[in-house]
């Protein structure tokens, strides 16, 4: 079934580990993000990829870091995590150009950081 | 400043009513896209309605349609016909010109029998 796939569904994490979170999409789409989602505050972007090879800053970058080695997959790496960083994380994919490409949405990581 | 403003934390409504959702939005760009989602307590997010800035007629799909006024900078929903089904989360969201999308806060509907 063709989708957005995420892993782990949730994890709990020490302080100061590193942890990446996954994300692989079979739909070839161009474009993918990662948002985090706080109560009140909605869905904020932390980092996107319009394509392979490339990778952009969203609104709440600092903390992550991304890859895209591939159409396909585009981990999200906490370096050393910080109690902050409790969330649940979505991964999305888009087609790609155009304001008219919805966001296909991954099922979300549930990420408790003590 | 917030680009998309929905101003209802939570909202009731009766089985089989109207309800409408608020959400303006703020942009400079004359091409913008504006979609809705919706997000049950199951955690998912659902796409349900888009509206192009270009578009003259008012996005519909089933059940869902969107208010669209440009000049107000307003995208309302409207969910007809309220099923139990629709308690949920609801999120207004902008795509500009740079493929990202900005969310608005949401608002959280509860739908009563």
């Known amino acids: ?114 | 400043a917030q680009k998309i403003t929905q101003t209802q934390p939570g909202m009731f409504v009766q089985e089989k009513e109207a309800v409408t959702l608020d959400c303006t939005y703020d942009t400079s760009d004359q091409s913008y896209g504006l979609f809705w989602y919706k997000q049950p307590s199951s955690g998912e997010m659902i796409f349900l309605i888009y509206q192009g800035s270009y578009d003259e007629q008012n996005a519909t799909e089933g059940r869902y349609s969107l208010n669209f006024q440009k000049a107000r900078k307003s995208a309302n929903l409207v969910i007809s016909a309220s099923q139990l089904g629709d308690s949920a989360m609801y999120f207004c969201a902008m795509r500009e010109n740079d493929y990202k999308l900005s969310f608005g806060a949401g608002t959280t509907v509860t739908v009563r029998a």
């Open chain 1, 1 to 114: 079934i063709a989708g957005i796939t995420q892993a782990p569904t949730s994890q709990i994490l020490a302080a100061g580990r590193r942890m990446t979170l996954r994300c692989t999409q079979d739909m070839r789409h161009n474009a993918m993000y990662w948002y985090r989602q706080d109560l009140g505050l909605g869905l904020r972007l932390i980092h996107y990829s319009n394509t392979a090879g490339t990778t952009g800053k969203g609104e709440v970058p600092d903390g992550y870091s991304v890859s895209r080695a591939n159409t396909d997959d585009f981990p999200l790496t906490l370096a050393s995590a910080v109690p902050s960083q409790t969330s649940v994380y979505f991964c999305a994919s888009s087609g790609g150009g155009g304001t008219y490409n919805e966001q296909f949405f991954g099922p979300g990581t549930r990420l408790t950081v003590l």
